[in-house]
């Protein structure tokens, strides 16, 4: 959600700041805008849509070496051109200040009527407006001291970055609650909410922490909190190629395919080094706990929002059939405002790709509030959770960059294989099974390369999927949140309305809505429950409702009138992934029937900074 980007130095600020937005296109986005301080003083564009709108439409000698910009999910207000950041206090494209803001000012309303009664005209609906307006007014002799004393008037979340044409050397930024970097370059700065954005310029970086500010000038930068006073933190160089953000695409090639594609290749690199074959178990040392503190962990709970919400649901089954541990998982959504009871001797899992879900991030601060362990599942290198958390397991996907996750969801199942391996094999997983589930994990990389050759056959059956207005996912057990995976990814990118359910659960209300109308995608592997998969795909052809049926091949669905799609047998305990693959091919080509942009779907964004 929304993005940041901002430049300081010898080069021409636009043409940096605009490559930047277009590195942050995947978080979701609606408007864009960039901010120039140069010789003629502070020049501001903007405009609704795509960043190549912004460009295209950017005015003759927009120059300066100074500058930020900003892409906006909308909060407060539709996107139009005038709530489009960044926002000035003269209410229009020029002025003294200029202000880029990602997160909420919970307090918008109060700030805008203080404004009002003092005789300011404001002209957005944005809450962000009120940032520009507070430093304008601010008696304060320093840049730094006039943003103090805005954010201190502000509650809420911000990622903040100000410029100002009376000092045109700096930028101020500022944080809290959502993400925000200092890049390091050769004599010149960059700040972002998002690595993506700089890594083609800067690895070097420094992660601001919540109430803290920076002032960026070319020849470095410094932090300090609300106070004034300096504080400690220092740039790191991020162990990351800077080519893996490269998106290397033909010409009309989809990022959330390229993706699905490279997913036997993220599956490799997340288990390199990990598997201890002698033994039959997994080695994880980013847990931070010994054998005896993993044998004390009585139970273990789940959180994540999305995708990382239901494979945090495959994740706690696992962790119960091999470690025998009670585990389950919840919407971090939801976590904390349930004021929730924090166990000593439970392992919490925080569940993220970016690292930096706001949800999440805030949940595992309720955890540590109160005195809990909690380890991160993330993708990102030095994000906000990774470094909240007591531990965690670096999923290794490689950037992902479609909003609709999958080669990121699949790591995070595998990380959980591990993890679940890990704490069955210092209790009771006898080393055979233990074994048993390395030589699986070794072979999953090839199983998923079959998975994808099935392609062909899924489009076809998407192409008619996509013409229904409502269908069912229904799976068992294990079967569940392969469903609720299957129906997520279906309305997030063809905005087809799509609903899971537990198989079992059809009788007490859903059959009602089954017709020929109305399909279902049943999961039906071949396990202890699939005669009671099948009686149930009984029912639904019973009332004419058509089948699309997940399953393994040899399963036998008797003289039922389905579609197939057979995936390819491993271990029990690893079907949830190899069943979730074609569902990720289903919604992609449902999609792509529709002609709809699939790596940009409407109204959603990548990384979820805002509640």
Same mark, same amino acid.
């Given at each position: 959600m929304c993005g940041i980007v901002g430049y300081v130095g010898s080069q021409q600020a636009a043409p940096l700041l605009l490559e930047g937005l277009a590195r942050l296109e995947h978080r979701g986005y609606d408007s864009a805008g960039v901010g120039v301080v140069g010789p003629s003083g502070l020049r501001v564009a903007k405009r609704a849509g795509r960043v190549r709108d912004l460009s295209e439409g950017l005015p003759k000698r927009f120059a300066g070496k100074l500058g930020i910009g900003h892409t906006r999910w909308a909060t407060h207000g539709p996107a139009n051109?005038?709530?489009?950041?960044?926002?000035?206090?003269?209410?229009?494209?020029? /002025?003294?200040?200029?202000?880029?803001?990602?997160?909420?000012? *919970?307090? %918008? $309303?109060?700030? &805008?009527?203080?404004? =009002?009664? !003092?005789?300011?005209?404001?002209?957005?609906?944005?809450?962000?407006?009120?940032?520009?307006?507070?430093?304008?007014?601010?008696?304060?002799?320093?840049?730094?001291?006039?943003?103090?004393?805005?954010?201190?008037?502000?509650?809420?979340?911000?990622?903040?970055?100000?410029?100002?044409?009376?000092?045109?050397?700096?930028?101020?930024?500022?944080?809290?609650?959502?993400?925000?970097?200092? /890049?390091?370059?050769?004599?010149?700065?960059?700040?972002?909410? *998002?690595? %993506? $954005?700089?890594? &083609?310029?800067?690895? =070097?970086? !420094?992660?601001?922490?919540?109430?803290?500010l920076a002032t960026v000038t070319a020849g470095g930068f410094t932090t300090f909190r609300q106070d004034l006073s300096r504080s400690a933190t220092t740039a790191t160089k991020v162990d990351v190629d800077p080519s893996a953000y490269e998106h290397g695409l033909e010409d009309g090639e989809s990022r959330m395919y390229a993706e699905m594609l490279e997913q036997p290749a993220a599956v490799e690199r997340a288990l390199r080094g990990r598997l201890d074959d002698r033994f039959g178990t997994a080695h994880l040392g980013g847990l931070n706990l010994d054998a005896r503190e993993l044998r004390a962990i009585r139970r273990v709970k789940m959180l994540g929002c999305g995708s990382a919400y239901y494979v945090g649901q495959m994740g706690a089954a696992l962790v119960e059939e091999l470690a025998r541990i009670p585990a389950d998982a919840e919407a971090a959504s939801e976590f904390r405002y349930r004021d929730p009871v924090i166990e000593p001797d439970t392992l919490y899992v925080a569940v993220s790709q970016s690292g930096e879900t706001i949800d999440t991030l805030l949940a595992v601060e309720e955890i540590r509030r109160k005195g809990g362990r909690v380890i991160g599942l993330v993708n990102v290198v030095g994000s906000a959770i990774a470094r909240a958390c007591d531990g965690g397991i670096y999923l290794h996907a490689g950037p992902e960059i479609a909003v609709a996750s999958t080669k990121a969801l699949t790591n995070m199942y595998v990380a959980f294989a591990l993890l679940a391996l890990q704490l069955g094999r210092v209790r009771d997983l006898s080393i055979a099974d233990g074994k048993r589930l390395v030589n699986a994990l070794q072979e999953l990389p090839a199983k998923l390369e079959q998975v994808l050759k099935l392609e062909d056959e899924i489009a076809e059956i998407a192409a008619d999927l996509a013409q229904c207005d409502s269908m069912f996912f229904v799976g068992r057990v294990r079967g569940y949140p392969v469903a609720r995976e299957g129906a997520q990814k279906l309305k997030e990118i063809s905005y087809r309305h799509a609903e899971a359910y537990q198989t079992s659960e059809l009788k007490h209300g859903p059959l009602a809505l089954i017709s020929p109308e109305v399909p279902t995608v049943a999961i039906v592997p071949d396990d202890e429950l699939t005669e009671r998969n099948v009686a149930a795909l009984h029912e639904i052809a019973a009332r004419g409702g058509p089948l699309v049926v997940v399953t393994h091949d040899g399963v036998d669905l008797g003289a039922l009138d389905v579609r197939r799609i057979d995936v390819p047998r491993l271990e029990r305990e690893l079907d949830p992934i190899l069943l979730t693959i074609p569902l990720q091919l289903l919604a992609f080509h449902a999609a792509e029937s529709l002609g709809l942009d699939i790596d940009k779907p409407r109204n959603l964004a990548k990384s979820v900074t805002v509640e």
């Open positions: 051109d005038v709530n489009a950041h960044p926002h000035t206090e003269a209410g229009g494209l020029a /002025g003294s200040v200029a202000v880029v803001h990602n997160g909420i000012v *919970d307090n %918008a $309303a109060a700030l &805008r009527q203080r404004l =009002t009664d !003092a005789g300011v005209e404001l002209v957005s609906d944005t809450d962000t407006e009120v940032f520009a307006h507070l430093i304008a007014r601010s008696t304060a002799d320093t840049l730094e001291g006039k943003v103090v004393e805005a954010v201190g008037s502000v509650e809420g979340t911000y990622g903040l970055a100000v410029v100002h044409a009376d000092f045109p050397d700096r930028i101020v930024v500022a944080r809290n609650g959502s993400p925000l970097i200092v /890049g390091v370059g050769e004599k010149e700065m960059f700040v972002a909410s *998002d690595l %993506a $954005a700089i890594v &083609r310029h800067t690895t =070097t970086v !420094a992660h601001l922490e919540d109430g803290e």
